[in-house]
């Protein structure tokens, strides 16, 4: 079982920037796909960006591409998602998420409780 814990939300002017965390509890956090995803208000819940477990490749949606980063640090245990050019319509609750490397693309097994990120125009 691998239990995620995001930080790092809150409110920022547009044009801001935030840096989310996610701290991951199992020790193998090297041998898990990472992802960060997000749902606003009436919308689904949209995929962001992930990183393999090897940190070499990473994906964005086109929405977040050219301002938001996603990144690991294998000694923390740590996902980070650095978001620049904030703009009103990224407003929403954003999740951590994890998986097994042998788990389907795009399948996500685990979840974080959620971290609010508000963007004042």
């Known amino acids: 079982q691998v239990q995620l814990v995001e930080s790092g939300g809150g409110l920022v002017q547009a044009g801001g920037s935030l840096r989310l965390s996610c701290a991951a509890s199992q020790r193998t956090f090297s041998r898990l796909r990472m992802g960060w995803f997000r749902q606003a208000p009436g919308k689904e819940r949209e995929f962001v960006a992930g990183?393999?477990?090897?940190?070499?490749?990473?994906y964005a949606a086109d929405s977040v591409k050219g301002r938001f980063t996603i990144s690991r640090d294998y000694a923390k245990n740590t996902v980070y998602l650095q978001m620049n050019s904030l703009k009103s319509e990224d407003t929403a609750v954003y999740y951590c998420a994890a998986a097994g490397v042998l788990r389907p693309s795009g399948t996500y097994d685990y979840w974080g409780q959620g971290t609010q990120v508000t963007v004042s125009s």
């Open positions: 990183i393999r477990w090897s940190g070499e490749t990473t």
